[in-house]
Structures are given as C-alpha cells and as structure tokens.
C-alpha cells in the first residue's frame, strides 16, 4: 500500500494543498479476500472537518495480487468486496465493468457427485471478457486453465453445472472445514 501512496501522493505522501495523509485506523478493516484502508489528511482527522480533508474512496488490497487500487465510490467498500467475494463483479481497475454473467460448476472426480463436489469452478463474463476461477485451498478465487485442458483433452475429470446457492455452500463448507483444521 505504501508504493500506491508514495505514486498517488509522491515520497512525502501529501497532499500539495492539504499536506499530509495518514491512514485511518479507525476504518481499516480485513475481509478473506482483501485488506480495506481509508486515508484522509492529518489536518481532516485532527480537526474532524471533512472540507479539510479528502474526499476520496478507501483503498483496496487485494490478497489474490490483483493491483491495489481505489474501491468505487458506490458501493459501499464492503458491498463492493462482497460483490467481488460472490462473483458478481471484478476488482475496479478504471471503472471496469461489472460481470454480466457467472457460470458456476463443480468437479466430479471419481466418487464425487453434485452435491459433494472435488471443487468448483466458475466462469466469470464482463465486457465480453471470460475468466476462468477455481476455488482453491487459499480460501479464495484463483485463474485456472481447466476448462481450457479440458477442451484440449488433457482433464479426465468431468465438471457439471451448479446453481450459485450449491456453489456458496461448497465454499462456506470448505472455508468452516480449514478454520477447524
């Protein structure tokens, strides 16, 4: 985060006209797939003034190594990484688009069923753009090629599609499973 202030407000991290920034302690808080900061003025947080302060959205960092960056004004930043967490958008990156259409699908290795799936997968549209995720063991949603080894003939397992709501249980299933462990 530090490397996005010093290119937002130059090695001194300040604001030309209202001096320097700080972070917020106050409203940082840690989601599974992201760590949300605000920053505002030292001049703002001292004073409790908004005009002094900046005016801005809180700062994103995302724990998959997508860019850090500024969360949308709207939504609210926790609605924002909800969003991202249910598959519903992708993070912001110059007002990038929402996802328009998910795929979920779980991954029927030998002995699996739909109900109780290996893993899930999902496939993600916005803009005409297509990702491919798999949920993985790091609790959170990663590229994968499957459905492109797949394709090729290189996967002998086979995938079936699920509703969003047998997705989520996998996930809550899976996230409950490695707490305990």
């Given amino acids: ?3 996005f202030l010093v290119r937002h407000f130059g090695e001194e991290i300040s604001h030309p006209k209202l001096g320097p920034i700080a972070v917020r302690d106050e409203v940082t808080r840690d989601f599974d797939i992201a760590e949300t900061f605000a920053v505002d003025t030292v001049r703002a ?13 809180g700062i994103v960092v995302p724990k998959d190594g997508s860019p ?15 969003a991202v967490a249910d ?16 795929t979920y699908y779980g991954l ?17 549209t916005a803009a005409g753009n297509t990702t491919d995720e798999v949920f993985t063991r790091n609790l959170r949603w990663e590229p994968t ?13 086979e995938q079936v ?21």
């Fill in 87 to 102: 598959g519903e958008r992708w993070w912001s990156s110059g007002g990038a688009e929402p996802v328009t259409e998910v």
């Fill in 1 to 3: 985060m530090h490397e």
């Fill in 145 to 157: 090629d499957y459905f492109r080894k797949y394709e090729l003939g290189h996967n002998d397992d």
């Fill in 108 to 124: 029927l290795t030998p002995g699996r069923t739909r109900s109780n799936p290996s893993g899930v997968l999902r496939r993600r």
């Fill in 45 to 57: 947080i001292d004073s409790g003034n908004p005009a002094d302060g900046l005016m801005s959205g």
């Fill in 161 to 181: 599609e699920i509703t969003p709501g047998e997705a989520a249980e996998f996930v809550r299933r899976i996230r409950s499973k490695l707490a305990q462990s």
């Fill in 68 to 82: 850090v960056h500024w969360a949308p004004t709207m939504p609210a930043v926790e609605d924002y990484v909800k």
